[in-house]
């Protein structure tokens, strides 16, 4: 039972490299997200999908794309990576909002990416 | 738009010293709201929920009451041990909104 898998754990990039965030889950959630966290700043949301081939924007979604090609999978990509970027990313699935226990995210154990 | 405010800082104290983290809400419609928790160096997990008003969630000794006069949702428990202390953060979804909205998250630790 892996819940959900991100990888890599960690990531040092150079300031313009572009790198992509993998996110699996193995529930048969509906939906998927991405959020970062910083200090001072709690978690923030950077895009979501309610299923395969639709996505949509967050509160941060600027230099970040996403894409659903599949229920299962959630890729990140920073196509661009830039010093402001440099954060731990989160991935949580949930069955989608308004089904019984729905609005309950799993949570990955995150991904600590540094841009130099 | 909606959101949840924390109280500023973290929290230390000693074993079996009571702890309250207070959270309150701004929300357009009704939202539910829920406490996480996040261990060091892992993500975020369930603590707890409340999907309507006066309602009580309560998990490994914490509760929180869902307060709509005062739009609070307040977490509490009587005597905390080390093995509770972690980064809680408050948070809301209002329906169909497809949107977790989250606190700033609080410190706490705990000493033996």
């Known amino acids: 039972n892996a819940g959900v898998t991100q990888t890599p754990k960690f990531q040092v990039l150079k300031t313009g490299q572009s790198m992509t965030l993998q996110c699996a889950q193995d529930m048969n959630h509906e939906y998927m997200s991405w959020y970062r966290q910083d200090p001072g700043m709690g978690l923030r949301l950077i895009h979501y999908s309610v299923g395969a081939g639709i996505t949509d924007q967050g509160e941060v979604p600027n230099g970040y794309n996403v894409s659903r090609s599949t229920t299962e999978d959630f890729p990140l990509r920073l196509l661009s990576a830039a010093p402001s970027q440099t954060s731990v990313y989160f991935c949580a699935s949930s069955l989608l909002w308004g089904l019984s226990g729905a609005n309950v995210l799993t949570f990955g154990a995150g991904s600590r990416l540094t841009v130099l | 738009g909606d959101s949840v405010t924390q109280m500023e800082g973290p929290v230390t104290l000693s074993e079996e010293a009571f702890l309250t983290i207070n959270c309150t809400y701004t929300?357009?419609?009704?939202?539910?709201l829920f406490w996480y928790v996040q261990y060091p160096g892992e993500g975020l997990q369930l603590l707890l929920k409340a999907t309507k008003a006066d309602d009580k969630g309560s998990n490994k000794g914490f509760e929180a009451t869902y307060r709509k006069e005062t739009t609070s949702f307040h977490l509490e428990k009587g005597s905390v041990q080390v093995s509770d202390s972690a980064v809680y953060f408050c948070a809301l979804s209002v329906s169909g909104n497809n949107r977790l909205a989250f606190g700033k998250g609080n410190q706490v630790v705990v000493i033996p």
């Open positions: 929300a357009t419609g009704y939202p539910s």
